[in-house]
């Protein structure tokens, strides 16, 4: 099944995933695989990261009208928050289009993001007395995994992010 629309002037493309290689329709799916797919191009215009961030919230909200599942508050807020800085970041320093791919499965929401620039970022230290440049210290802050890759032709930069806390051990009382 594939849905495509326009959000703002970018048109989005919805997959479900492919039979057998991105879950068997029971939502039990590895790491990797998705029960559901979106992706999209951005020129880097003006108003383009507002977009992909509307682009992310329409892609979560079509998945939860989909499949059954729910996404938390928090999880969007922070699936929007890493779409935000890898596309500043993507649109800042990389000539050309940016792509972006989303993924969901029942536990985890990827967040793709490539450019053109084959330089390989890294997040720095943290030093509160910086101004600028903490996107990518935030976005590995925030998610379970990042995965920053050399492509023919720039990067692709892949942020996990958990759509729920793992259980604590600890008792309201204990903070």
């Known amino acids: 099944m594939t849905r495509r629309g326009v959000l703002g002037t970018r048109e989005w493309s919805m997959r479900a995933a492919p039979e057998g290689s991105h879950g068997g329709g029971d939502g039990c799916t590895g790491p990797g695989e998705h029960l559901i797919r979106a ?4 020129g880097g215009d003006d108003g383009c990261i507002a ?20 996404v938390p508050a928090r999880a969007r807020n922070l699936t929007q928050l890493v779409v935000s ?5 993507a649109c800042k320093y990389a000539p050309g289009p940016v792509m972006v791919e989303l993924g969901i499965n029942i536990h ?13 970022p890294a997040a720095r230290t943290t030093d509160p ?5 903490h996107g990518l210290e935030i976005v590995q802050a925030v998610s379970q995994t990042l995965l920053i890759e050399q492509q023919p032709v720039g990067k692709r930069i892949t942020a996990r992010i958990t759509l729920f806390d793992p259980p604590t051990t600890e008792k309201p009382g204990d903070l």
């Open 39 to 42: 992706g999209y191009t951005l």
């Open 51 to 70: 977009n992909a961030r509307r682009q992310a919230l329409a892609f979560l909200g079509q998945a939860e009208a989909a499949y059954p599942l729910s």
């Open 85 to 89: 800085e890898l596309v500043t970041n």
């Open 108 to 120: 985890t929401v990827d967040v793709v993001v490539w450019d053109s620039d084959p330089f390989m």
């Open 129 to 133: 007395d910086r101004i600028g440049q």
